[in-house]
Every structure is written in structure tokens, then in C-alpha cells.
């Protein structure tokens, strides 16, 4: 069996790769045990060893020799409300950045918005990195979601493992790019409360249940 660790780092080299972080920008974590595992803060993701990887239970208890990502708060309190999260991924893409910036909810422009559990993305409150009023703010604005903005600051999701929180996180920014191209271009023309709710109903049964 693979170790959680290297899949963990695989995941992180792959935020990068896709270009959802750089540097040691943004934080990835696993759900594993009685916690989870977490990148470590400020270290490099190509310089990652599985010994450099820390464990955190859900009680704040930190197993390792390194410290965990500064971000650890959002990462925990999603796990200890939403059970069926198995991976959180934190990231300060390009686009992502600049609407939360703006502090922009991404509104129902296209039918993908319905991904992420609403006809909506919402862009959460400001609250200064690395504190637990940006954990709450961060579960406000997830409310029935699967992922959100955090304003001025990047985007965050939560998926059932590694593989979906990756893949929602690229779906996240592209429509953030979309978005913002479409804006360049005059006012979007935005679903229907009916049409989004239509779209949610038929993503119901989409795909290989």
C-alpha cells in the first residue's frame, strides 16, 4: 500500500505542475487515522521527504519533525465537521487570487458553478492567514459548498480523496479564469435559480455513480 505521505507530496508536486501554486505557497492535506496528514509550513514541495510530512489529530495533537502548514485550522475544522472529506486543497492561483481580491462571489455565469454544491461560489469574509476566525469564515462561506474564496487571500475545497480535491481544485480556478474573461467582455448573463437547480438535479445522476 502506498505510503498516505507520498501520495500526499505527489499531490502538492502536482498543484505546482498545474500551476495552482508556486514556491511554498498554498497547503495540502490527507485524512488518515484519528487526523490527518498536512504539508509542512514553508518548505519546499520538491524538497519533500515522507519524514517531512507531520500528522495532526483532530484534537490539534502534531506528530513529526516538522511544524504544519500555518493553515492547519481550515484543514482540521473541515475534517471535524464534514466526515465524508477525505483531502482539503488550499491554493493562491491566479485567478482564484484576483477575484478574491475583489472578494468577488462567482455567480451562476455557467452551469459548472453547480459543482461545487450551489449556484454559487462564495468569496468568505477577510480574516488574517494562519488565525481560526479565518477557519470560521472559511466554513461560513462553505456552507452546503464544497469549496469557497477566501478574500484577498486564494481559493479552498474539500474532496472525498486526493484525486477529487485536486481535480476541483483545477475545475475552481478555470472557471475563476472564465470568469474573470468573461467580465472583460461586458455584464455575464447568469443562470436561472431554475435552470441552476435543473443543472444540480441532473449532476445528481451524472457520470459513473
Same mark, same amino acid.
Given at each position: 500500500?502506498?505510503?498516505?505521505?507520498?501520495?500526499?507530496?505527489?499531490?502538492?508536486? &502536482?498543484?505546482?505542475?498545474?500551476?495552482?501554486?508556486?514556491?511554498?505557497?498554498?497547503?495540502?492535506?490527507?485524512?488518515?487515522?484519528?487526523?490527518?496528514?498536512?504539508?509542512?509550513?514553508?518548505?519546499?514541495?520538491?524538497?519533500?521527504?515522507?519524514?517531512?510530512?507531520?500528522?495532526?489529530?483532530?484534537?490539534?495533537?502534531?506528530?513529526?519533525?516538522?511544524?504544519?502548514?500555518?493553515?492547519?485550522?481550515?484543514?482540521?475544522?473541515?475534517? &471535524?465537521?464534514?466526515?465524508?472529506?477525505?483531502?482539503?486543497?488550499?491554493?493562491?492561483?491566479?485567478?482564484?487570487?484576483?477575484?478574491?481580491?475583489?472578494?468577488?462571489?462567482?455567480?451562476?455565469?455557467?452551469?459548472?458553478?453547480?459543482?461545487?454544491?450551489?449556484?454559487?461560489?462564495?468569496?468568505?469574509?477577510?480574516?488574517?492567514?494562519?488565525?481560526?476566525?479565518?477557519?470560521?469564515?472559511?466554513?461560513?462561506?462553505?456552507?452546503?459548498?464544497?469549496?469557497?474564496?477566501?478574500?484577498?487571500?486564494?481559493?479552498?475545497?474539500?474532496?472525498?480523496?486526493?484525486?477529487?480535491?485536486?481535480?476541483?481544485?483545477?475545475?475552481?480556478?478555470?472557471?475563476?479564469?472564465?470568469?474573470?474573461?468573461?467580465?472583460?467582455?461586458?455584464?455575464?448573463?447568469?443562470?436561472?435559480?431554475?435552470?441552476?437547480?435543473?443543472?444540480?438535479?441532473?449532476?445528481?445522476?451524472?457520470?459513473?455513480?
Amino acid at each position: 500500500m502506498t505510503d498516505p505521505r507520498q501520495q500526499l507530496i505527489a499531490a502538492a508536486l &502536482a498543484t505546482q505542475a498545474s500551476g495552482l501554486n508556486r514556491g511554498t505557497a498554498g497547503n495540502i492535506s490527507l485524512r488518515a487515522d484519528d487526523g490527518f496528514y498536512i504539508t509542512p509550513t514553508g518548505m519546499p514541495y520538491a524538497a519533500l521527504t515522507a519524514a517531512d510530512i507531520p500528522h495532526m489529530t483532530l484534537a490539534g495533537t502534531i506528530s513529526g519533525q516538522r511544524k504544519p502548514s500555518s493553515e492547519w485550522r481550515l484543514h482540521r475544522d473541515l475534517y &471535524a465537521a464534514r466526515l465524508h472529506v477525505g483531502a482539503v486543497v488550499h491554493a493562491h492561483s491566479p485567478f482564484a487570487v484576483s477575484l478574491a481580491c475583489q472578494r468577488c462571489d462567482i455567480p451562476p455565469f455557467h452551469y459548472m458553478i453547480a459543482r461545487f454544491g450551489g449556484d454559487t461560489v462564495r468569496c468568505s469574509r477577510y480574516e488574517i492567514f494562519g488565525s481560526q476566525e479565518l477557519s470560521a469564515a472559511a466554513l461560513d462561506a462553505m456552507t452546503d459548498r464544497h469549496a469557497c474564496l477566501l478574500a484577498n487571500h486564494g481559493l479552498l475545497v474539500a474532496g472525498r480523496d486526493l484525486e477529487q480535491a485536486l481535480a476541483l481544485a483545477g475545475e475552481l480556478e478555470e472557471l475563476c479564469e472564465q470568469y474573470w474573461r468573461t467580465c472583460q467582455l461586458g455584464t455575464p448573463v447568469l443562470l436561472s435559480p431554475a435552470e441552476m437547480a435543473a443543472v444540480g438535479e441532473k449532476f445528481s445522476s451524472y457520470g459513473q455513480q
